[in-house]
């Protein structure tokens, strides 16, 4: 068996295309367009280069881009001024603080800060708390989560019924992917370092979605044949023949898992360009709450 690779970047772009033509309507009839506000705190290599992809996909989408970059001792204060002024800022839709945050910075304060109508991540407590109510909708559904679900769906559309399971517990990924697999009528596990037999719960898992940061934690040979895996882990490892002296690998064993998978998300070009694209779509929803 050879796993379909599920395309993250060409679904991304068709969810881009269907945002920009949104975008382009609006425009045409002189409607609100939405802005969406950037905040980098330091300069992290990874984080500025997320952040600069995000303003170049806005400006391709149409949609306004406000961009701030803050020191990396930037007091709480501050940052949370910011934030403020944002939420009353009538061009700003979204809010966007990119984490992770210096340490000297409370990440719980700060998100407790955006105006859950602006929360374009769809990580303040307020939607992370609709989330979990079966009878309740979040303003925003998070970016990463909602990107792994149309990924799923678009090889195996109706997952009723399915066992998952979910590795990683993390507030932005796993707990919240966990609950949307459970709206989607699937059955998950949350597992984490401390389960026992991981190995058990994946080969009796339909979906498996690897979101631990552990490079090649998740074996072949733990996959039941067909299944569907979704891999989140984005982890350097050292290759000198490599222009940047690494590579970028997933937390499944690819050559592996290919095998046995019936389909299987790669890393890079799988969860990363969703991730963008899940974002924009919430920017545009986002118009709804001015």
Known sequence: MTAEIIDGKKLAETIKQEIKTAIDDRKRQSLPIPGLATVLVGNDPASKTYVASKIKTTAALGIRSLSYELDESCPQE???ALIQELNQNPDVQGILVQLPLPSHLSEDNVLHTISPKKDVDG???YNAGLLSRKYS???FYPCTPSGIIRMIQS???DISGMDAAVIGRSSIVGMPTAMMLSRCNATPTICHS???HLDEIC??????VAAAGSPGLLKGAWIKPGAIVIDVGINHIPDETQPRGYRLVGDVEFDEAVKRAGAISPVPGGVGPMTIAMLMSNTLKAIDYR
Do not use: A, M
């Open 78 to 80: 501050k940052l949370e």
């Open 203 to 208: 080969r009796e898992s339909d979906i498996i």
């Open 194 to 196: 401390q389960t026992k």
């Open 123 to 125: 990580i303040h407590p």
């Open 137 to 139: 909708e979040p303003l």
């Open 155 to 157: 090889v195996c559309p």
